[in-house]
């Protein structure tokens, strides 16, 4: 990409206008005017985390889920997104994604920032977040600026995720494939304030390889197991 932020991709070819569909931009990224974000970020990995729900979803995922929990780590950008079959799981799967990112990084959550969603702000949540040593900070109510980027992370990741299940033509079903990849691009593309580094680069130190990436919802097909076994119908990348 521009910049070398990323190996295995190149934008030294210039795109033909004529060929993009900015239509499909248009229609999912409709939106509100923007929140007003934090004028400052934290240095260090894991000091301030910010969290959101979204949902419920019109449809339930192919998994069953109505809701995506995020979590943004505020010192590198990084995303970590889970996918919820009901709001009562939200402490659940943050405890999941607290094991495993101080597991990774050696350190611990110091603060939390969520909304006053009651998921958020249960009795076992508060007593979890207490017991473990985490200051929880909660935005006041009807203000989701204060919480601004995981709001503004949140109605990126929809965008994107509308965008890619339009132009691939999918049912709304694969919205939860739509968002994990979203969130996997995401944290591969160079993000302002980081010095043009991208969110993965910043968490583990090495610049990601978008090689292996693929158009989301393009056909595939599966390698015949044996040799003279017929071709399998075409599936989908996902």
Known sequence: MKNGAVNGISCDMKADIQKINYQVCCEGKQSRLPFQLRNHRSTQLLDFVHSDLCGPMEVRSIGQARYFLLFVDDASKMAFVYFLKEKNQTLQYFKEFQRMVEKQKGTGIKTLRTDNGGECCSDMMENY?????????????YTPEQNGVSERFNRTIVERARCLLFEAKLDKSFWAEAVNTAVYLKNRSPASGLDQKTPIEVWTGHKPDLSHVRIFGSPVTDLPTQKLERNVPIEISL
Do not use: E, F, Y
Not at 133 to 139: C, F, N, V
């Open 129 to 141: 977040l207490k017991d473990s040593g985490i200051i929880h900070q909660k935005t006041n109510p």
